[in-house]
């Protein structure tokens, strides 16, 4: 069963546009969720996060926006780059639970010159 | 700054074989993770464990055993390969601590002949 889902599977913009990735979780108990960046041949690594009492988390050119009542969260890329190329993976955990941190299925980003 | 470090690289074996990925982590993290990354399906968590000696199953755990001998090091066994588990294998730690950022080692790619 996937409690996070993302979408769409895989993305191709423009240098200088806007990316706009989503999720949506079902467990209303999730509290805490990150998005993880993933270059080829790498592990993931942290991007950026938000916790539930937030609506908006921003990062430089990366913003992430939480909405409880419909359980969706997206990730804004504004001034894409061919460097952000890469696989972003939304999350879901229970911050301080169980330690168990869910993951969607991944959106592959192509930012093209 | 820590590290994870994941052998063999790649790993190629039999339909049937038995097969141990390994996991090493610098950071003096409490709790590490093994997942199971497949194209189009994000990141499954197969096991964790909090503390040394402990264990946890996550959502993919048949087919495999885990093992966490000491603070810094987590294995994973696959029981008995086969070919349609062919994917990369990411391990993964954190500290028990408020943060709740994963940390990735670079991946294990497991290929079944």
């Known amino acids: 069963q996937q409690q996070v889902r993302q979408s769409p599977q895989s993305l191709t913009v423009w240098e200088g546009g806007t990316t706009v990735l989503t999720c949506s979780y079902e467990?209303?108990?999730?509290?805490?969720f990150p998005w993880y960046q993933q270059f080829p041949g790498e592990g993931p690594a942290l991007l950026i996060s938000i916790l539930s009492v937030s609506d908006k988390k921003e990062d430089g050119r990366f913003t992430t926006f939480f909405n409880k009542r419909e359980k969706k969260l997206s990730l804004h890329i504004i001034d894409s780059q061919p460097g952000d190329s890469a696989t972003y993976f939304c999350?879901?955990?229970?911050?301080?639970?169980?330690?168990?941190?869910?993951f969607g299925e991944g959106t592959k980003l192509t930012v093209s010159s | 700054g820590g590290i994870i470090t994941q052998t063999p690289k790649f790993l190629i074996g039999q339909e049937g074989q038995k097969l141990t990925l390994k996991c090493q982590q610098n950071f003096n993290h409490d709790t590490m993770y093994w997942y199971r990354q497949d194209s189009g399906k994000g990141l499954r968590l197969i096991y964790y464990s909090i503390t040394e000696n402990d264990l946890q199953k996550g959502d993919l755990s048949e087919g495999y055993d885990a093992s966490r001998e000491k603070k810094s090091s987590f294995s994973l066994t696959v029981t008995s390969a086969q070919k349609n588990e062919m994917a990369v294998f990411l391990c993964?730690?954190?500290?028990?601590?408020?943060?709740?950022?994963?940390?990735f080692g670079s991946g294990t790619r497991l290929t079944v002949l």
């Open positions: 467990d209303s108990t999730f509290n805490y």
């Open positions: 993964a730690s954190r500290d028990r601590g408020s943060a709740e950022t994963l940390y």
């Open positions: 999350a879901a955990s229970v911050a301080g639970g169980s330690a168990k941190l869910i």
